[in-house]
């Protein structure tokens, strides 16, 4: 089953009471998981650091710095998403936010679209030995081959997700080709982190083969903030939920297309079989104007009506007849 992540970002805007209710939302919504973004202001960013073009409420230095949480309220919020029946996940983007989430005990690492090119950082998480979500966001294949070596160096728990680093970002930029070519290049499990508006995306990449799919979650797109303005409110990642369970059912229950035993009944009153037109008397060779083909599909299938034309009628067959197997004696 499709593992599917709610990502709150920065969306809790330094507010811990936002975060917690957050991580409700996230499993009130259906996710499995629920993922932050640890950010240590003084360790990942100069206070000059541009803005992204898509956010230039604040510095990025001030934004984080104001938005982080401290020890305790990690692990308060990571005690939360457990009790709550989610797994809690966070992003780092330091050396030193690696540490902190060490401490607080989390099983599984995501790495965020500008970090793949971190190689000491990536170093640094597979040394943990734990599994890994890679994301692909802005990076070319080198970048990714570079990062994916790095991590299989340690253990081969590694996830790769196609990512688009556009917020929000257009269909035309999701890059759905790229899940085949990501499984050909590592054979190994891949993903699907989404920022597009609506969750046509999501419903694609689970169709080829996505294992696990990550989407932004948000009270409103009204939000102040980085990441409210691309993610999804509520009633649409709970649709996003019913659609991903709806297809993993569906890639569940593969098809027997030689098996036509559920359609039998189906097969009789929308298939047609050979029927006849007149009365045709025992012994009589059946010529083409006597028989034709019509409702219901419980005699000899439409598609034997050549080999009844020119075989022999065993008893009197009258008009409007469905003919079966036994009414003739098949040509040679």
Aim: charged share 20%; hydrophobic share 40%.
């Amino acid at each position: 089953m499709t593992t599917i992540i709610a990502e709150v970002g920065s969306v809790h805007d330094g507010s811990f009471g936002n975060a917690l209710k957050l991580i409700d939302m996230a499993a009130e919504c259906g996710a499995d998981a629920v993922k932050f973004q640890t950010h240590i202001a003084s360790a990942e960013t100069l206070r000059n650091a541009p803005m992204p073009p898509y956010f230039k409420g604040e510095p990025r230095f001030e934004y984080f710095n104001r938005t982080g949480f401290q020890l305790d309220q990690w692990k308060a919020l990571k005690a939360y998403a457990d009790k709550s029946g989610l797994e809690f996940l966070s992003s780092p983007f330091s050396a030193e936010a690696v540490d902190l989430l060490e401490e607080i005990g989390i099983g599984r690492y995501k790495i965020p679209s500008g970090e793949v090119t971190n190689l000491p950082m990536l170093d640094r998480i597979g040394q943990t030995g734990k599994p890994v979500l890679l994301s692909s966001g802005m990076s070319s294949w080198a970048e990714m081959d570079a990062a994916v070596a790095t991590l299989l160096r340690h253990h081969d728990q590694l996830c790769v997700m196609q990512c688009t680093s556009a917020y929000p970002c257009p269909n035309e930029a999701v890059g759905l080709n790229v899940l085949a070519e990501m499984r050909q290049r590592w054979n190994l499990p891949v993903g699907y982190s989404d920022h597009t508006l609506d969750n046509h995306a999501i419903f694609a990449a689970v169709a080829l083969g996505a294992t696990v799919v990550e989407k932004h979650m948000t009270f409103s797109r009204r939000m102040y903030g980085s990441d409210a303005p691309h993610s999804a409110e509520p009633d649409q990642f709970i649709e996003l939920v019913k659609g991903v369970r709806a297809i993993d059912s569906m890639l569940a229950h593969p098809l027997d297309k030689s098996d036509v035993t559920p359609f039998q009944s189906m097969k009789q009153i929308f298939q047609k079989s050979v029927v006849s037109l007149c009365d045709i008397p025992a012994g009589t060779v059946i010529e083409p104007a006597m028989v034709g083909i019509k409702k219901p599909g419980d005699g000899i299938p439409a598609a034997k009506l050549g080999d009844v034309i020119g075989s022999r009628a065993n008893k009197t067959i009258p008009a409007d007849c469905v003919l079966m197997p036994g009414d003739i004696s098949w040509k040679p």
